[in-house]
């Protein structure tokens, strides 16, 4: 994999390109079950992250001892956390941000998409293309990610091969272009076939360690296995040499092809070939969009967003953690940045990097890199931090509520401490916190139940605030703008019952339900009514 960076990249012109040039920064993609952690657990072992098996699942376990609102995850198996891993592999950097596996906390995983570079989309042989797989990959398209496909569990009963291309073609609307081709099948399946050098890898003997595959002759594969159907299976290698097209960087780095691989995670089979090609085609840091201009990976000055907070990760440090993607330049510990939307100057004292499980502070970081920013309130999501320009990273999305309701507080008294604790939690991005106009107690709006379930044990835990959520008199709620500033102020006049803020003060419409909604649109003359908000 030498050549890796170097004969997919511009020629480096500085220690800081190099630098841009060796990093890969991604996330991997998936339905429930497809196996995200059994791959990423693989991954970090050739990168040396960790040195046994089944440590990334051990996190589980070790969660006991971490504060008291992640008994949620505990108690329902599911991961709220969203984290990086980093690890080196042959001379590169690779970024893995890992999303929460539960549907309820997607909003979490939208951001993160934002903030990488590539993508790998894990399918189930068995199964293919998934809901949530699906809706995860059109997050990657509206934002041009490339994604690389690896198609897991292959040591099991699986779809025909050509099939399952073709639905990713066809579903996905994604050209395809196999890596590797599966040989065998299920109980039969004894490796992968290399389309670029007609080697063949086998699932035993020494096969799941990356490297050159063995030079077998096909004709020789039956003696591995006296089972395999070995007119089909020229005929099959022949059909996918003459049909499949063949792989295209561009193609691939706009989003409109992706190169697959077959594998299993569990046995550790295929997970070299999926590195390797991460290595080599996947892109290092991006330019990002501002609203000033384009920002580019190489520019010395650094430069980074908020793309994720996380609160309480571990009982040892109490603090709050913001993670953000440096977007340009190099990060120093120890220097000064400016916080864009207060114009305050921050110190980075203590910037953090992460691996499997553990942490440590950074001395220096560089574009593509995510570095966990220790603070006690003063970063929310969307922030961008710079060496002194002004301008803003857009692109941050949040997205209107599925399900709206209003905060009922047990103790009266304690209506102040419960509007900091609701300001921090959106702020966090846990939920979306909506002031109505008319002073009407506030009311958050979630995408899942269990982010409600998070909210109520955080607020009991952590601000001895004990709620209730009972149903609002609103169920939608839509961000509303307009060119015209004083039809915007009209609007919310007449409306003001239905008219609330959001953390930033932004106006937001409050709908008792979709026919409300769209009789108050087609009213509404010059108002547009979003369902999404980037942040400016
Ligand atoms: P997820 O994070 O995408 O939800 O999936 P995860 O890795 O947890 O894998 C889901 C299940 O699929 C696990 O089994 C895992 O062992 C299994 N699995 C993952 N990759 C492969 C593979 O390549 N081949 C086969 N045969 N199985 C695979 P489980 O029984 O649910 O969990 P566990 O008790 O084994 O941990």
Request: with cysteine; hydrophobic share 40%.
């Amino acid at each position: 994999m030498s050549d890796t960076a170097v004969t997919t990249e511009q020629p480096s012109r500085s220690p800081l390109s190099d630098e841009v040039a060796r990093r890969r920064t991604f996330a991997i993609i998936s339905h429930p079950d497809a196996g995200k952690t059994t791959l990423t657990e693989k991954l970090l072992l050739f990168g040396g992250a960790i040195n046994l098996a089944g440590q990334v699942k051990a996190k589980g376990e070790r969660r006991n001892t971490r504060s008291d609102w992640m008994k949620i995850e505990r108690e329902r198996g599911i991961s709220v956390v969203t984290s990086v891993m980093t690890f080196e592999f042959e001379g590169l950097v690779f970024n893995l941000l890992d999303t929460p596996g539960h549907e309820d906390f997607s909003e979490d995983t939208y951001r993160t998409l934002t903030a990488v570079d590539s993508a790998v989309m894990v399918i189930d042989a068995a199964k293919g293309i998934e809901a949530r797989t699906r809706k995860l990959f059109e997050v990657c398209r509206l934002r041009d990610i490339p994604i690389i496909t690896f198609i897991n569990k292959m040591d099991r009963e699986s779809r025909d091969t050509f099939d399952l291309m073709d639905e990713i073609e066809k579903t996905l609307a994604l050209d395809t272009t196999p890596m590797t081709w599966p040989v065998g099948r299920g109980r039969d399946f004894i490796g992968t076939y290399d389309i670029r050098d007609g080697g063949v890898r086998l699932l035993e003997g020494g096969g799941a360690k990356t490297g050159a595959a063995q030079q077998i002759e096909i004709s020789e594969l039956g003696k591995i296995n006296a089972n395999l159907d070995m007119s089909q299976i020229t005929d099959e290698l022949e059909l996918v040499r003459e049909a499949c097209k063949p792989f295209d960087l561009e193609a691939f780095r706009e989003g409109h092809l992706t190169p697959v691989y077959f594998g299993s995670a569990l046995r550790n089979f295929g997970v070299g070939d999926l590195l390797e090609g991460l290595g080599r085609y996947a892109p290092s840091p991006r330019a990002q969009d501002s609203n000033l201009r384009k920002v580019d990976a190489a520019e010395p000055r650094m430069s980074a967003f908020v793309f994720k907070i996380q609160a309480n990760m571990d009982p040892n440090h109490r603090d709050r953690i913001a993670f953000a993607r440096l977007c340009s330049g190099k990060l120093s510990r120890g220097m000064k940045a400016k916080l864009v939307r207060t114009g305050k100057t921050m110190p980075l004292s203590s910037p953090q990097f992460f691996f499997a499980q553990d942490r440590s502070v950074a001395d220096e970081a560089f574009a593509g890199d995510v570095v966990g920013i220790p603070n006690h309130g003063s970063l929310r999501i969307g922030d961008t931090l710079t060496e002194g320009e002004d301008l803003t990273f857009v692109g941050v999305p949040s997205f209107a509520p599925e399900i709206v309701r209003r905060v009922r507080l047990t103790d009266a008294m304690k209506a102040k401490k419960l509007k900091e604790a609701l300001q921090q939690m959106s702020e966090e991005g846990v939920v979306q916190v909506f002031r109505p106009r008319d002073g009407a107690p506030a009311l958050v709006g979630v995408v899942g139940p269990l982010q409600l379930d998070v909210l109520k044990a955080r607020l009991d835990a952590e601000y001895s605030l004990p709620v209730e959520f009972e149903v609002s008199e609103f169920s939608l709620a839509r961000w509303i703008s307009s060119d015209d500033k004083k039809k915007l102020e009209a609007f919310v006049a007449s409306n003001n019952s239905g008219v609330a803020d959001d953390v930033d003060g932004d106006p937001v419409f409050l709908a008792k339900n979709e026919f409300y909604l769209g009789y108050t649109k087609e009213r509404a003359e010059g108002i547009v009514f979003s369902n999404v908000k980037d942040v400016k």
